[in-house]
T-cell receptor, first 116, second 117 residues
Framework: DTEVTQTPKHLVMGMTNKKSLKCEQH?????MYWYKQKAKKPPELMFV???????INESVPSRFSPECPNSSLLNLHLHALQPEDSALYLC???????????????FGPGTRLTVT | AQTVTQSQPEMSVQEAETVTLSCTYD???????LFWYKQPPSRQMILVIR??????QNATENRFSVNFQKAAKSFSLKISDSQLGDTAMYFC??????????????FGQGTILTVHP
């Protein structure tokens, strides 16, 4: 199983709402990632979790709050977002150092978020 | 810091023909990985091909092959016998091999490839 799933597929939220994005993988990967992608642009890294610990935060505003409850699940909690936060949010996972190669990231289909 | 440059914002090719997408990168690291990812319109990003920097042999995956020139820091993707399903945005990406990088990917700006019937 080389699948990363993300829910919901689409989300429309107001600027005062609180919502969460969910990402799940069952490949035994211990590194998980959140990206933000605008149309016709490359993904921008937001957060990296390694062994369920936040390892990289790319100076993301606090209105985005990541959580890794276990090795298979990654959440992104959203609160008081701005219209410019509208984008495709991608989750990815990868084997960690020490595992056998290769080291590519597997991406989920994304959640298309619209902030009104 | 690493940088990845894709100098071709858009390309087009006729079905069944061959096309080459360019990618150059800059790094001071000696051990790293290079990837080409494909993202069809409104669809999932998938890995096309990977190359480990320590391997001299160019990677191939069916109709996809790379020309990896480590000294020149060049990593081009050749698509042979192009198919309509190859229409997508293609991203070149770099990742350090070291554990402290946590596999962080640096992406190029992407090349939109359109395959015409």
């Amino acid at each position: 199983d080389t699948e990363v799933t993300q829910t919901p597929k689409h989300l429309v939220m107001g600027m005062t709402n609180k919502k969460s994005l969910k990402c799940e993988q069952h490949m035994g990967h211990r590194a998980m990632y959140w990206y933000k992608q605008k149309a016709k642009k490359p993904p921008e890294l937001m957060f990296v979790y390694s062994y369920e610990k936040l390892s990289i935060n790319e100076s993301v505003p606090s209105r985005f709050s990541p959580e890794c409850p276990n090795s298979s699940l990654l959440n992104l909690h959203l609160h008081a977002l701005q219209p410019e936060d509208s984008a495709l949010y991608l989750c990815a996972s990868r084997r960690t150092a020490g595992d056998r190669e290769p080291y590519e990231q597997y991406f989920g289909p994304g959640t298309r978020l619209t902030v009104t | 810091a690493q940088t990845v440059t894709q100098s071709q914002p858009e390309m087009s090719v006729q079905e069944a023909e061959t096309v080459t997408l360019s990618c150059t990168y800059d790094t001071s690291e000696s051990n790293y990985y290079l990837f080409w990812y494909k993202q069809p319109p409104s669809r999932q990003m998938i890995l096309v091909i990977r190359q480990e920097a320590y391997k001299q042999q160019n990677a191939t995956e069916n109709r996809f092959s790379v020309n990896f020139q480590k000294a020149a820091k060049s990593f081009s993707l050749k698509i042979s016998d192009s198919q309509l399903g190859d229409t997508a945005m293609y991203f070149c990406a770099f990742s350090n091999a070291g554990g402290t990088s946590y596999g962080k990917l640096t992406f190029g700006q992407g090349t939109i490839l359109t395959v015409h019937p």
